[in-house]
């Protein structure tokens, strides 16, 4: 695929140049035309690559494959691995909301619905 739009892109920089040599605006148009859509699809053919390589590599590794990997580093490191969130100490300001906490747990929410939106 890619060296298909490889070889329609260097077509139309060829007839580009040549259409440019010969002062010919109508042909001129009609490159740029050309070339904007094929620009346009690289664009939409890149997008769907990205976002197939992305769900494929999240969905292909199971999450208790990665927590059984940090375990397993952490043990190396000679580290205690918590994955559970911390809770805050009574009477202490550590654990109370705050505003740039109620800020990242809209922000966490706004993700998830976008993440479920697609």
């Known amino acids: 695929m890619t060296r298909k739009v490889t070889n329609n892109m260097a077509g139309v920089v060829k007839a580009m140049d040549a259409a440019m040599k010969s002062m010919n605006l109508e042909k001129i148009s009609t490159v740029m035309d050309k070339f904007e859509q094929q620009f346009e699809d690289l664009g939409v053919q890149t997008d769907v690559l990205e976002n197939t390589m992305s769900q494929t590599t999240t ?60």
């Open 59 to 118: 969905t292909l590794i199971p999450q208790n494959e990665v927590d059984s990997l940090l375990h397993e580093v952490a043990d190396e490191a000679g580290l205690e691995l918590n994955l559970e969130l911390p809770t805050g100490v009574e009477g202490s300001t550590i654990g109370t909301p705050s505003e740039v906490s109620q800020e990242q747990d809209e922000l966490t929410q706004r993700l998830a619905r976008l993440r479920q939106a697609e």
